[in-house]
């Protein structure tokens, strides 16, 4: 009875789940010859919502039920734009653009200097066609990879929260993984030699070339390169120029490829570019790529929502070195309507993360109402499987849950007789996936080491009861704290505990040596940006002495604990070396994923003390400095009487403030 009744449920909420959503599903091809019109954009315009055909022209469009008497719109540059009510469809739909025949006739008479007040006007035209406030959008993006052999070594994919500035600043954007999901297509071995990559989840920022305003549209570079008109197109009824660039003769242009640019308002629609391969011999040219590659390819556009031309959707293709591809492709999915919103800080994606590490569970129902791109047919046969069927379901939703279901028994997967594609890569959150992370922090400091005004007198003796060497007499001033510099490292080994090593030093007029070690653990209080309290235990080897005066060396050249001092002048100190139990309470604001603001403070408590005198050398090159315990040939008086004890209070406290850099 109970499974019935839980049947019955499902069965309920799968059909309100499939009333919720209208989905629309074909292929859109060429009208005259049949050929499938790759990346062609499929969606409601009004509505914001949308995606792009796969390369062989198939497409699945889901859109909210209440959206039925909209109009799905399907536009491809140099065809006539498809326009049809979404009630009047029935899936699957073979949608034909006709082709529009390009024009030349505008263009016969235009030199190169025409052209490039084209591309003047149209960057001029950027605040007007372009959003002048922040925009939020949903986006779907993929990245997948190969080995020199063209075999797939992984394909990943998430829905992306995308927060982009106004188009009248560079400024970068940010990303937030809304869901993700991956499938690991080679062995451990393969993975670990090939990794994936960082920033491709930034592709909507990176690769748009309108907003970073990249060299070839940029009239300082002008004289790098060498423009023409190919000819006029159409999209979505309005004519476009078709404007090629190349490296001019002699030029240091480091790309070539097409700009698709409205004759009527001046915006830019399209570019399809590479990187020439001298260019490719800058190893950093951030945001279109970083590191060592032997060719990188784009195809970027955008579209039109209430009269501004948004980022669209984006192709990137690299070859790497070792010859492997390497794919990253992003669509804009869903424009939100009004001022757009930053993504909350704890989701944010940081540049330098690497998407395949960071995609988490997959969730069917999520899934199963979003847009997403058709795999291409590369993609289909990755899986390396016996029939082109079980290809077909790499990102199917029953096989992903079964999959997700059987990732911690993969390994023995074929004790079921099933064909098995690859491996779900576990989630980061496993104990034993835990990576060591390196952290280093400097600051600065009051340490509250308390000293009394006092009348005292310094000197080293030749022997017990020889004539003075050194001597030093005067005022000790009262002294409540010493200012402090710091530098730390902490190494975590654990995603909550961590060794912490560190080094202090006085800004002036002291000898105030530390060298502490030992261990902590933190704790975040915040669930949005992270506010960590930490907690650390350590040893401290701790010098400290107070400068009483500089005495005349009127002896000449003596030997103090084995070291020559010829100086004619000499720094006399006196104070304590310490152990201590140094414990330290710690808060840690994170300004930004690498970067925090620390209050630390601190308590010694010692368990170990000698007194000494210290000699430092005066006018030398490379100056001495002697600690000498005390002994018979040291004197020491305080107020007249003999004095051997500390000068400062038992225990203490320290405060510090600084930045971590993570």
């Known amino acids: 009875m109970r499974f019935t009744l839980l049947s019955m449920l499902l069965c309920c909420f799968q059909l309100l789940s499939a009333q919720s959503h209208i989905v629309i599903s074909g292929t859109i091809t060429d009208a005259d010859n049949g050929r499938p019109l790759a990346y062609a954009h499929v969606g409601i315009p009004e509505r914001g919502i949308g995606t792009t055909a796969g390369e062989d022209g198939s497409f699945t469009l889901k859109a909210p039920e209440q959206y039925a008497q909209s109009k799905l719109s399907v536009s491809f540059i140099g065809y006539a734009t498809y326009e049809r009510s979404l009630s009047a469809l029935q899936s699957p739909v073979n949608i034909r653009l006709k082709a529009v025949p390009t024009s030349l006739q505008e263009v016969i008479v235009m030199d190169e200097s025409a052209v490039e007040d084209i591309i003047r006007r149209a960057v001029r035209r950027i605040p007007d066609n372009y959003p002048d406030r922040p925009s939020s959008s949903t986006a779907f993006y993929r990245e997948s990879r190969t080995n020199a052999q063209m075999e797939y070594l992984y394909i990943a994919e998430g829905v992306l929260n995308i927060y982009k500035t106004s188009y009248r600043n560079d400024k970068e954007g940010q990303v937030g993984l ?34 970073n305003r990249e060299d070839f549209i940029d009239e300082s570079y002008f004289p790098e390169y060498q423009y023409w008109i190919e000819n006029i197109t159409t999209y979505e009824g309005r004519p ?39 260019g490719l011999s800058k190893a950093n040219d951030y945001p279109l790529y970083s590191g060592s590659w032997k060719a990188n390819r784009y195809t970027v556009n955008y579209r039109k929502v209430d009269g501004a031309w948004y980022f669209s959707n984006a192709l990137r293709e690299g070859v790497y070195r070792d010859g492997g591809i390497y794919s990253n492709e992003i669509t804009s999915t869903e424009l939100q309507t009004g001022r757009g919103k930053p993504v909350p800080y704890i989701e944010r994606l940081d540049r330098g993360d690497e998407f395949l590490d960071i995609t988490g569970s997959y969730d069917e129902a999520f899934w199963r109402d979003y847009n997403t791109t058709p795999l291409s047919a590369a993609l289909q046969t990755a899986v390396q499987v016996r029939n082109q069927e079980k290809a ?61 005004a006092a009348d005292m007198r310094l000197a080293y003796l030749e022997s017990a009861d020889g004539p003075a060497i050194l001597e030093s007499a005067g005022r000790l001033n009262a002294r409540s704290f010493e200012p402090t510099y710091h530098l730390e490292f902490s190494l975590f080994f654990k995603p909550h505990l961590f060794i912490r090593g560190g080094w202090s030093r006085d800004l002036y007029n002291s000898i105030y040596r530390e060298r502490s070690l030992g261990l902590g653990t933190q704790f975040n209080l915040s669930k949005g940006r992270p506010l960590f309290v930490r907690a650390i235990a350590q040893h401290s080897n701790h010098k400290y002495a107070r400068l009483l005066g500089q005495a005349n060396n009127d002896y000449g050249k003596f030997k103090a604990e084995g070291k020559k001092i010829n100086a004619n002048k000499v720094n006399m100190y006196y104070g304590s070396r310490t152990h201590n139990l140094k414990l330290s309470l710690e808060m840690a604001l994170e300004l930004n994923p690498g970067l925090e603001f620390f209050v630390r403070g601190s308590y010694w408590l010692p368990f170990a003390r000698q007194q000494h005198i210290y000699l430092k050398e005066r006018q030398q090159l490379f100056p001495k400095k002697v600690r000498i315990p005390l002994s018979d040939e040291v004197l020491v008086e305080r107020n007249g009487e003999a004095f051997d004890g500390r000068i400062t209070e038992n225990q203490s406290l320290a405060v510090t403030v600084g930045l971590v850099f993570k």
Do not use: C, N
Not at 246 to 252: N, Q, S
């Open 392 to 452: 077909q379901e790499v990102f199917d939703s029953t096989f992903i849950v079964r999959l997700q279901t059987r990732r911690d028994s993969v390994l023995r997967s074929q004790e079921s007789g099933s064909e098995f594609m690859g491996k779900v890569t576990p989630p980061m959150e496993k104990a034993d996936g835990f990576k060591w992370r390196f952290q280093s922090s400097v600051g600065l400091g009051a340490h509250f080491l308390e000293t009394q």
């Open 178 to 211: 809304i869901q993700g999901r991956k499938v690991i297509l080679s062995g451990d071995d393969e993975t670990v030699q090939h990794p994936g990559f960082s920033s491709g989840h930034m592709a909507a920022h990176r690769f748009d070339f309108v907003k």
């Open 240 to 278: 476009v120029y078709v404007i090629r660039f190349d490296k001019a003769e002699g030029g240091k242009g480091r790309m070539k490829g097409a700009l698709y640019i409205d004759t009527l308002s001046y915006a830019f629609l399209r570019a399809q570019f590479e990187i020439l391969p001298e």
